[in-house]
Nanobody, 114 residues
Framework: QVQLVESGGGLVQPGGSLRLSCAASGSIRSFYAMAWYRQAPGKQRELVAVVTNGGMLNYVDSVKGRFTIGRDNAKNAVYLQMNSLKPADTGVYYC????????WGQGTQVTVSS
């Protein structure tokens, strides 16, 4: 099964930016939709952004206009550019397919704080 490794998280001040990367151990081409999810402290994991093989994009309302998801099937990678970060964006970020049927990686921690 495809293994997923997320990276790029860190501590950033409000208004800052981060770029998350997800490296897959195998081809992601067969997965129509790839996605980023996040889990905030004390909350359930939520879907943040989705990108399809056809280039369709979808975002949760709270990140629209600030986050951009992308995928590179040739590199078996998924990305999440996060701008204008807010404290509410704090959490562990995971990539997976949509609807999240692959084995979950360890995630990458994003902390937005002054």
């Amino acid at each position: 099964q495809v293994q997923l490794v997320e990276s790029g998280g860190g501590l950033v001040q409000p208004g800052g930016s981060l770029r998350l990367s997800c490296a897959a151990s195998g081809s992601i081409r067969s997965f129509y939709a790839m996605a980023w999810y996040r889990q905030a402290p004390g909350k359930q994991r939520e879907l943040v952004a989705v990108v399809t093989n056809g280039g369709m994009l979808n975002y949760v309302d709270s990140v629209k206009g600030r986050f951009t998801i992308g995928r590179d099937n040739a590199k078996n990678a998924v990305y999440l550019q996060m701008n204008s970060l807010k404290p509410a964006d704090t959490g562990v970020y995971y990539c997976n397919n949509s609807p999240g049927t692959l084995a979950w990686g360890q995630g990458t921690q994003v902390t937005v704080s002054s």
